[in-house]
Nanobody, 115 residues
Framework: QVQLVESGGDLVQPGGSLRLSCAAS????????MGWYRQAPGKQRELVAA???????NYADSVKGRFTISRDNAKNTVYLQMSSLKPEDTAVYYC?????????WGQGTQVTVSS
């Protein structure tokens, strides 16, 4: 079992920045990759960014150049640094951990970009 706890969601103005954190606990040795997804009202959940255990990253086209995913292995934490935020980035952001058998999800954290 893997437990994921997200934090950092907030209300921010367009053009602003925010950093999300996802702390993993439990069977973290089984995690192959971690990522951030988001789901806006009335839309499907979509991948925002992911990072593998080897450090490879990938991003959705809509966030490339604005968002950065990183991890701190000592803290078992993955971060999503978001800058130049746009109203269309408004969504609930979910942390995801991929193991060989099961995907795990956090409870989500709300990001609202509005003036």
């Amino acid at each position: 079992q893997v437990q994921l706890v997200e934090s950092g969601g907030d209300l921010v103005q367009p053009g602003g920045s925010l950093r999300l954190s996802c702390a993993a606990s439990g069977s973290i040795f089984s995690i192959n990759a971690m990522g951030w997804y988001r789901q806006a009202p009335g839309k499907q959940r979509e991948l925002v960014a992911a990072i593998t255990s080897g450090g490879s990253t990938n991003y959705a086209d809509s966030v490339k150049g604005r968002f950065t995913i990183s991890r701190d292995n000592a803290k078992n934490t993955v971060y999503l640094q978001m800058s130049s935020l746009k109203p269309e980035d408004t969504a609930v952001y979910y942390c995801n951990a991929v193991t060989g058998m099961v995907d795990y999800w956090g409870q989500g954290t709300q990001v609202t970009v509005s003036s």
